[in-house]
């Protein structure tokens, strides 16, 4: 009998553009310029915690409850969230999905997200609202990498499921959509123009 080949244990990884970005990027920036010069605590965070750039993770991480342009975008994106969702076949009862955290990252040249992953979380992902041409990109983590001790090297690894990591490239009115157990990273940003990206989390939570 023929060896028969399984191809298991799929991690979804959605991307996608949102439509008319342009009008919403420039409302976007807008206000992150705003946000960025109010935002004390967060410019202390970021010294900290964000060499070289800043974001509102530490101080103001509920951005769509709070500006109406960052609220247009947790709409706008809300579709392509709960079509990542459906395509996971969760059994979700009477649980819905809601955006809990929205904030701003601005990384400056060098500036850099090291490996992590969001906790307490199912869902999160990341939108750009400028990039730098040739940005670097959200580089995501082949989820069993910290099992495969002597696992050899693939030989010609060109296919995107073959790759220990995949990398998603940054460009203006762009998201990914990934479960949020799994790690990612941003390498330095090699730009003297600032890489900026909005990045949130969903929660399943109950109707009332
Ligand atoms: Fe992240």
Known sequence: MKLKINNLF????????????????????????NIF????????????????????????????????????FEEELKPHAEAFKKAQGWNLKDLELRMTHLWVNIMHEHTYHALHLHPHSVISGTYYVQTPPQS????????????????????????????????????????????SWVRHEVPPNQSKKARISLSFNYSLESED
């Open 37 to 72: 010069q109010q935002d004390k605590m967060g410019q202390k965070w970021s010294k900290e915690n964000y060499i070289g750039g800043y974001t509102s993770y530490g101080s103001i991480s509920d951005l769509h409850f709070r500006y109406p342009s960052f609220s247009t």
């Open 136 to 179: 670097v990109p959200l580089k995501i983590e082949d989820p069993r990498m910290s099992f495969y001790m002597n696992a050899p090297l693939r030989e010609n690894p060109t296919k995107a499921s073959d790759k220990l990591y995949y990398e998603v490239q940054a460009k203006a009115g762009d998201f990914v959509l990934f479960e």
């Open 10 to 33: 799929p991690t979804l990884i959605g991307t996608g553009s949102l439509s008319k970005f342009h009008t919403l990027n420039a409302r976007l920036m807008k206000d992150i310029l």
